[in-house]
Nanobody, 122 residues
């Protein structure tokens, strides 16, 4: 069993930055692939970024070059550094853990956090 708790969301102006943090409980953190998804009002949940337990990363085209996912297995934590934020990045961001064959498929993840709100507005 893994419990995930996100933090770091908030209100930021366009062009600004935020760093989201996902803290995981449990000793098996290092064995899981981790990902961030987001859901804006009235829209479906969409993949943002993922990092395999072995290190390789994957990004949605919409955030490539602006967002960076990383993990610290000694702290059971995964991060999402978000730079050059745009109003269209506004959403609830949630982290997920699992062993998916296809990193971009939300249903493939076993554990989810509650999410943290990110609002990009002037």
């Amino acid at each position: 069993q893994v419990q995930l708790v996100e933090s770091g969301g908030g209100l930021v102006q366009p062009g600004g930055s935020l760093r989201l943090v996902c803290a995981a409980s449990g000793r098996a953190f290092a064995s899981y692939d981790m990902a961030w998804f987001r859901q804006a009002p009235g829209k479906e949940r969409e993949f943002v970024a993922a990092i395999r337990r072995s290190g390789p990363t994957l990004y949605a085209d919409s955030v490539k070059g602006r967002f960076t996912i990383s993990r610290d297995n000694t702290k059971n934590t995964v991060y999402l550094q978000m730079n050059s934020l745009k109003p269209e990045d506004t959403a609830i961001y949630a982290c997920a853990a699992g062993s998916p064959s296809y990193l971009m498929r939300a249903r493939a993840y076993d554990y989810w956090g509650q999410g943290t709100q990110v609002t990009v507005s002037s």
